[in-house]
């Protein structure tokens, strides 16, 4: 392969900067030509593609966001956009492609792999909602944006005896919910993936730990569940204490990324053009066990996902 194309796709996550770099880099150096496409999908029905070298990509590694910027694109689900997107690439020599996303841009990858533009996925997005990977870039440094911010409204709420329900991103997935539920010591856990009844397992805990003499409260709930401010309400009637609701909302997928999520990020981005210059496309990188290995598209969009059950037992057993 001479020439390849990089985008970012969905939602933004600290993280993707790096991995455009380390994408960049590893072609620049093994004499492949790589070209930035803006906007995702967009940019690439739209031809809104520049080409990149070493130099473009300098001083991005710590910055969030995306330096591509992204989007989410409806009419690369329809047969005419994805043939729009194939002119693009055969006006630019464009062989194969390195897609950064969720699963939604991994079915777009599957789509133009189908078509003759053999395309990577790496998983690119705070969630960690990706089944065939362990992580997912983004998400180290959005549990600890969520548990800096909770660690914030702590002060006050200990301040005011209060309580505070926090309703945090994921999409569908309640990972970032419960890991930083754990870490900010949240009286109460409420995912998606987990059944849950408010009365057993929110009001009754903050009345079993206003027995303790506790005073203050931190319930998470994941964004799928809804409803922060009603349940505040329902807790200030029921357990007698003043209660606020507190949506993080975009704040979390903000910020300078991690270690963890630059180092993950070079990784895979550096796996995803060794396999594009072997050739191979329709694959994903993923995690697995601390090893980056990569997955076919399909297999890996047909994984059923678990929940870690183990974790939400301890959570409710120590944060009480
Ligand atoms: O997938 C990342 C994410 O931030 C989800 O956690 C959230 O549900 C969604 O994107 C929000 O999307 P938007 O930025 O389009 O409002």
Redesign the pocket.
């Known amino acids: 392969m001479k020439t390849i194309g990089v985008l970012t796709s969905?939602?933004d996550?600290p993280g993707m900067n790096a991995a455009i770099r380390a994408v960049v880099r590893t072609a620049c150096e093994n004499g492949i030509k790589v070209f930035g496409i803006n906007r995702g999908y967009a940019g690439l029905i739209e031809d809104d593609v520049r080409e990149l070298n070493i130099r473009s990509v300098s001083d991005i590694i710590h910055r969030g966001g995306t330096m591509l910027y992204s989007a989410?694109c409806k009419e690369f689900r329809e047969e005419a956009g994805m043939q729009k997107a194939i002119e693009t690439c055969k006006k630019h020599g464009i062989e194969g492609i390195v897609v950064i996303g969720?699963d939604g841009s991994f079915r777009g990858a599957r789509d133009l792999s189908l078509r003759g533009i053999p395309c990577i996925g790496v998983p690119g997005?705070?969630?960690n909602?990706i089944v065939s990977s362990d992580y997912t870039i983004g998400y180290d440094t959005c549990l600890n944006t969520i548990m800096q911010m909770v660690d914030r409204v702590r002060d006050t709420v200990e301040s005011h005896s209060r309580c505070v329900v926090v309703e945090v991103?994921?999409?569908r997935c309640g990972d970032?919910t419960l890991n930083s539920g754990i870490a900010v010591g949240a009286t109460a856990i409420v995912i998606p993936e987990i059944h849950f009844d408010i009365e057993k397992h929110v009001i009754e805990r903050i009345r079993r730990t206003q027995k303790t003499d506790k005073k203050h409260f931190i319930v998470m709930v994941a964004?799928g569940i809804g409803g922060v401010e009603e349940l505040a309400r329902k807790i200030e009637k029921e357990c007698g204490v003043e209660s606020r609701a507190v949506i993080l909302g975009?704040v979390?997928?903000g910020g300078s990324p991690t270690v963890r999520d630059r180092v993950v990020a070079s990784q895979m981005g550096y796996k995803a053009v060794q396999l594009l210059m072997d050739g191979i496309g329709n694959r994903v990188i993923v995690q697995k066990d601390d090893h980056i290995v990569d997955f076919d598209i399909y297999e890996a969009l047909n994984m059923e996902r678990s929940v870690n059950t183990e974790l939400y037992k301890i959570a409710h057993e120590i944060s009480i």
């Open positions: 969905g939602g996550a989410r969720g997005t705070i969630d909602d991103m994921g999409n970032l964004e975009h979390q997928r």
